[in-house]
């Protein structure tokens, strides 16, 4: 047994060395912006809902938390009711427990295989035959117990290769989980916030068919007096058609934003969360985190799942490697064999084996090199798809800061684009009722107010989901989160 130990310790310490690449994580980017321009300090402001300036703060903390600085409760219950109950995160999480069994279970290969039998045999040897037995009966009952027990060491470590790529998967997996985690949480605030304009926009173009079907009636009694001619009621009718037409595309999108955020939040259309926003009690947060560029790679689930991807194909590359060089084994067996399952251990019963071999393998049709160069191709897919998926990282940030700053001054715009055609319509109105503009002016004005405040609201919206894409270009803070402590960037 000293020789069996010693001879186990000398091939354990010839593990020393790996064959193939050695990972190394890919360098940062070198570029110091994420837009051609520089970003100002700050967006532009405007009054009501949505309108506040937003300070842009490079290098500021992303909190886990992100969507709370809404302020928004309903908002909080629906993330809540999503992490709970969605589907997907659930299959995620169990994809992550899978792939952690999975690195543990092939860690079981740096150690000695141990395995118990036992064996019960009745036989009767021909009398043509030398006894198998001591003894000249022919006629015989065999019990065998044995215990073997083999170590491979791995002396080129493919063995430890391979482990290292089973722990690059379970990375790999841990980070497309918490992609999984972003994007829900993320299309769960960006779903609920068109939902809610697509609710204030209903109101709205209600509001236009009731007014625009008085101003009708006015027109009506006009004609009936003699004032109006019948192609200026006509026209009138068309334009409440046309409002009125306005209305079912307009139900349609908000079902479908509500069936979405159904199966987002893991419930039926049919059963849907109570709960909704109001877009006008949102608070735009005041602070916008901009991570550096080299912070990014660090921070985007998608980035380090890519990352995760390539340290494996690396790793498998030396496993590869390994597959086409001597192999050693190690094996000793022990056990005993009697007529009488008693006396299988008895004193001369026993019997023992010790063996070792090495494998090199000689022919194999080409399969082992040309799967050595299929793992390297598998590295070189796996380097490109990794810059890609940072381009787009950087793609989507450059993106998300521009559309915050754009649409800020859109929605200045619009603002005043609601105000001016609002005192606009009314003027009309009154003018109309005093008889000074005649009824096609009063149409112009009325399209131009319709138009202004359906824009209002979706400008609206954008400043919110604008922020909202933000967070998630820029990773989502997932490090600060309480349930992640043990994840280190």
């Not at 740096?110 to 009398?127: G, H, I, L, V």
């Not at 849907?272 to 560029?293: G, I, M, Q, Y």
Request: with cysteine.
């Amino acid at each position: 047994m000293r020789r069996v130990v010693a001879i186990l310790a000398g091939g354990a310490a010839l593990t020393a060395c790996a064959v193939g690449p050695n990972f190394h994580r890919p360098a940062p980017p070198t570029v110091a912006q994420y837009t051609p321009e520089p970003l100002p300090s700050a967006t532009v402001a405007a009054p009501g809902p949505a309108g506040a300036s937003q300070r842009f703060v490079p290098g500021a903390e992303i909190a886990g938390d992100w969507w709370t600085l809404f302020h928004s409760p309903a908002l909080d219950r629906l993330i809540a009711e999503t992490l709970r109950a969605n589907p997907d995160m659930a299959a995620a999480r169990a994809a992550l427990r899978s792939a952690h069994e999975t690195y543990l279970a092939s860690r079981g290969a740096f150690w000695p295989q141990a395995d118990a039998s036992y064996n019960y045999t009745r036989s009767k040897t021909s009398a043509a035959l030398s006894p198998v037995l001591s003894t000249s009966n022919d006629l015989y009952s065999l019990h065998t117990a044995q215990v073997s027990v083999t170590y491979t060491p791995d002396v080129f470590g493919g063995v430890r290769r391979g482990v290292e790529a089973a722990r690059a998967q379970e990375d790999q997996q841990r980070w497309q989980s918490e992609a999984t985690y972003l994007s829900l949480t993320s299309n769960l605030v960006v779903t609920a916030i068109a939902e809610a304009s697509l609710r204030d926009q209903i109101a709205a173009q209600k509001r236009v068919v009731a007014e625009t079907r008085q101003v009708l009636d006015i027109a009506l009694r006009q004609k009936d007096l003699g004032q109006l001619a019948g192609a200026d009621v006509a026209a009138q009718e068309a334009l409440l058609a046309q409002a009125e037409s306005a209305l079912p595309p307009l139900e349609k999108q908000w079902a479908q934003a509500r069936d979405l955020l159904a199966d987002i939040t893991g419930h039926a259309p049919s059963d849907a969360p109570a709960d909704r926003l109001d877009l006008a009690a949102l608070t735009l947060p005041a602070d916008l985190p901009v991570s550096l560029p080299s912070d990014l790679v660090r921070q985007r689930p998608d980035v380090l799942a890519a990352e995760a991807s390539l340290h494996a194909a690396s790793a498998e590359v030396g496993v590869a490697i390994a597959a086409r060089i001597p192999a050693f084994e190690l094996e000793a067996d022990a056990g005993g064999a009697a007529t009488r399952f008693a006396q299988m251990f008895a004193d001369g019963n026993g019997f023992w084996t010790l063996a070792g071999s090495v494998t090199q393998p000689i022919f194999h049709g080409g399969e082992l090199l040309h799967k050595q160069k299929a793992a390297e191709a598998s590295l070189d897919q796996a380097k490109a798809q990794y810059r890609s998926t940072v381009l787009a990282a950087f793609e989507n940030t450059a993106d998300a800061l521009q559309a915050i700053n754009t649409d800020a001054q859109a929605l200045t715009a619009a603002v005043r684009a609601e105000d001016a055609t609002r005192r606009s319509l009314d003027i009309a109105k009154d003018q109309l009722a005093a008889g000074q503009i005649s009824l096609p002016s009063l149409l112009l004005a009325e399209q131009a107010y319709d138009q202004a405040e359906i824009g209002l609201l979706q400008a609206q919206a954008a400043r919110c989901s604008d922020t909202a894409a933000l967070f998630q270009a820029l990773g989502g803070g997932w490090w600060k989160r309480s349930d992640l402590a043990e994840t280190r960037r």
